[in-house]
């Protein structure tokens, strides 16, 4: 600051000035030099530092390099089509014809993929397989094939068995789909949703789907237009996954075991148990097999048997870790959240490109598995006859030294960067009558700083989706 007094007196010391011109710049450097000793104010540099963009931003930011529309031709048989909807649609060139494994969402992207796959061949699509159930694998089929009904379109027998259309909580299912996804949020907020873009097509999504007309057990190999393909059952991310493998070509399909993230153990739009286990098995199996090409669900492939083969074994290593942990620490008696505290990575796994959690997180996968093996009680007798939220909420706020002091320290909590402890204590609050508007507006405050340093898209999506519906109610109970 002596430094700045020192400037300023330097500036005024133009007292023989004899023209507005030399008073004007005079005044012009004494703003800059004020510009400046605010900008080296600590309070200045607080919010230079939440302008900044968090690293992990950044960060989920380049995976959208994953999602860039291109048509790769992965070997001299393999063409695969990424970033044209959510996931990827690839074609196998055979002697007489065709074969496509997985078919998009929407069929006017699907449309868009055919005539691109058309322009490299114009021989016909004799099979057509579905890695799984999923609606952004299964939407787009009629592009690919129209309305032959000799070619085969091949699934795991239990294909789309486990979809959410037949859940009885499907309308809870909904709107948590549409959180996750970040589906209604503004163009501004949205980066991608992990291992997909941030926005999909949406042209007559679901409507070119075909069921299978051919399904099969554990494993079959079948000549489809004169290749040798292999196809084999992989429980995973679903119970109706498969993996394809062609071992002329080298190549493996994965579905959607394996992409370019974290893997998604549990899906926080609400899903059934994935089987971790075998879903670290189906991968350790594929890194048994000789590949040079890889093709993901999503995200794009991947080439060379080195990196393939290291992808492959430190994704099976890091699925089956998380599983062990988990369940070693369930036998010690470990509460859910002691779990949750007691599992992580290696350092070796966290730091690979392919094990970021821009779509799963490793502390949800833990929650679900313990949920799976031993359902809701978690082992403490605490817990057997909790308080009810509202008692709770009552319990904590006189604790506090009453609402008042609450509120202070939930907007201590906002100010120290303390976000997930401030949304506990607003949750507190909001259980309480006092003043609701006031707290939901520092709720949404922290909602939206914890997107804004989330690496995880589901979690930033599910932060800000909710943080609208906050203002809406807002605004709704302001009419
Ligand atoms: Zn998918």
Redesign the pocket.
Known sequence: MNKLKSQIAVTYSFKTVRNQAIIKGALLILGIILMQACQNSPKHNTSQVQDEEHPNITKLKSQNAEFIPEIIKLNEKVYVAVGYD??NASMVIGEQGVVIIDALRALGAAEKVAEEFRNITDKPVEALIYT?G?L??TGGTSAFIGNNKDVKIIAREGFKDELEEHSPVEPILKQRNIRQFGRDLPAKDIINRG??PGITPTDRAGKGYIAPNLTFQDSITLNLAGIDIELHAADG?TNDELFVWIPDLKTLFTG?NYYKSFPNLYAIRGSQYRDVKSWGESIQKMSTYPVEYLVP??TRPVSGKTLVHSNLKNYSTAILSVYQQTIDAMNKGYTLQQTVDSVRLADSLIEQPNLQEFYGSVPWGVRSIFLHYVGWFDGNPTNLYPLSSSQEAKHMVELAGGEEKMFHKLSQALEKSDYQWGLELADYLLKTDYEKVKVTKVKIALLRALAAEQINAPARNYYLSYSYELEKSLEKSAL
């Open positions: 959510g996931s799984h999923h952004d694998h291992v997909a991310e959607d669900g999503h």
